[in-house]
């Protein structure tokens, strides 16, 4: 017979024996399925009954309460798989339900946030970030995404504070998300643009990898290096990649700051999937080209959009026109030597463009 059979079953006579007033043997049994499963919201609730008709109020209010987390959680876990599978209504209500009986839960509050955002209903999602921030005053990716859902004006660039807590959340499974359900492209594209420009130097040129993350694009570039450098601000992301053994150094720093400190040089500088969460590119292309050596290169991507300028998404990213990124970099004293349009990744299934970009000194 198996577990959930038998534990059923326990629930079924304890059940009875709370309605013929048999209260020790009902808590009993009540007791039993939850050392099975300690996740059962009906044997916390038995419990709770058992206790309340036994006139142990405290005690039947600490099993009430252990009962009414465990169904809110339980509806969240449920929501979160269906977000996973991109079945957004479905986790909506399963989010609703767990708010209906703790209104104050911040994964249902996040989860709402998260599923209006990803169905582009920008006022639902905006009063759901502005819930969680009611209760966490001034949480970093809630104010980001409040910003990109256009209640709040847009930053410049995103903030240390997103970009820490957003990375060291991501990092556990960060490789199996990017290399698995989100068919993460770009290292290997810009390796394979980079061929071009690099034949004959294979372990022979420094980089420099901003936005380093867990060391894919060290990876896709280890060939081509003598010496790789790397800077994150995500601590959990940059102990993932020196596991890997390739990086020479890993800096725990904003980009920004970095590019201003250090007294390297290098012939190429990486930007895979990190120029995304900056607008306003003039202070990241200066400060690159202060670090290339005469003749180095600068290769990138970004996600792509018509127009002029950039706009922060939905999705908490910058994407950004063509005509804004080759007056920055024409500005900032580069050359342009390719622009290519291609699949980065997918997201929730559908595809992101995006530009892969190749500039030199």
């Not at 798989?81 to 703790?102: G, T």
């Not at 509050?109 to 759901?128: Q, T, V, Y």
């Amino acid at each position: 017979m198996s577990s959930n059979r038998v534990i059923s079953g326990w629930l079924r006579r304890a059940e009875k024996l709370l309605t013929n007033g048999e209260l020790k043997g009902a808590d009993a049994l009540f007791s039993d399925a939850l050392k099975k499963d300690k996740k059962s919201v009906t044997a916390l609730r038995g419990r709770a009954n058992v206790a309340q008709a036994s006139g142990s109020n405290e005690r039947a209010r600490k099993f009430f309460q252990l009962a009414n987390k465990q169904e809110a959680e339980n509806y969240c876990v449920e929501a979160d798989k269906a977000f996973e599978d991109a079945s957004f209504q479905h986790a909506i209500e399963c989010y609703k339900k767990s708010l209906n009986i703790l209104d104050d839960n911040l994964d249902a509050i996040w989860g709402l946030a998260e599923c209006f955002a990803s169905i582009d209903e920008k006022r639902n999602a905006a009063r759901w970030y502005r819930r969680y921030l009611e209760l966490e005053p001034n949480e970093p990716e809630a104010l980001h995404m409040l910003s990109a859902m256009g209640s709040i004006q847009t930053p410049t660039r995103a903030s240390e504070g997103y970009i820490t807590t957003l990375f060291d959340r991501f990092a556990p499974d960060f490789d199996e998300l990017l290399n698995g359900e989100l068919d993460y492209q770009v290292p290997n594209i810009l390796a394979e643009t980079m061929e071009v420009y690099l034949q004959g130097r294979n372990i022979d040129i420094e980089i420099l990898d901003l936005g380093c993350g867990t060391g894919l694009s060290g990876v896709a570039f280890k060939k081509f290096a003598r010496r790789i450098d790397g800077v994150d601000l995500s601590g959990k992301m940059l102990k993932k990649a020196g596991d890997r053994s390739i990086y020479n150094t890993l800096s725990k720093s904003d980009i920004i700051s970095h590019l201003g400190s250090t007294d390297k040089s290098y012939d190429l500088v990486l930007g895979a999937d990190v120029f995304v969460y900056f607008g306003v590119l003039e202070d990241l292309f200066l400060g690159i080209i202060k670090i290339l050596k005469k003749g180095g290169f600068m290769a990138f991507s970004l996600e792509s959009r018509k127009g002029k300028d950039f706009k922060l998404r939905p999705s908490g990213r910058y994407a950004h026109g063509r005509p804004y990124v080759r007056k920055i970099a024409k500005d900032a004293g580069f050359i342009e030597c390719s622009v290519k349009n291609k699949t980065l990744r997918l997201e929730c299934g559908e595809p992101v463009v995006g530009d892969i970009w190749v500039f030199k000194t």
